[in-house]
């Protein structure tokens, strides 16, 4: 198994950026497709990126595409979310996720291992 770790959220003006990164313990994380996923105060959890094992398969929700992009060094145990333009709607805890299938999937239910978040604020 593996334990996703995230780090770096923060404070950001609008139109910023922010990298959040996911460090994943265990000798098998180039196995498992990545997600992050967010919630903000009031609203359901929602999907934002998804990669597959290899990095070949990628998903994005569509308030984040062409801002947001997520990669992954399996090498380091690490996905990574590089997040541009950000916008006050950004505002959440961002959580990363492990899907041992290793198929990128937009489905909260199909992830089998959590981080406990992080939290990312765009004011503007």
Request: proline share 2%; with cysteine.
């Amino acid at each position: 198994q593996v334990q996703p770790v995230e780090s770096g959220g923060g404070l950001v003006q609008a139109g910023g950026s922010l990298r959040l990164s996911c460090a994943a313990s265990g000798r098998t994380f180039g196995d498992y497709a990545m997600g992050w996923f967010r919630q903000a105060p009031g609203k359901e959890h929602e999907f934002v990126a998804s990669i597959s094992w290899n990095g070949v398969g990628t998903y994005y929700a569509d308030s984040v595409k062409g801002r947001f992009t997520i990669s992954r060094d399996n090498a380091k145990n690490t996905v990574f979310l590089q997040m541009n333009s950000l916008k006050p709607e950004d505002t959440a805890v961002y959580y990363c996720a492990a899907d041992d299938s290793g198929i990128a999937t937009i489905y909260s239910s199909n992830y089998d291992y959590w981080g406990q978040g992080t939290q990312v604020t765009v004011s503007s």
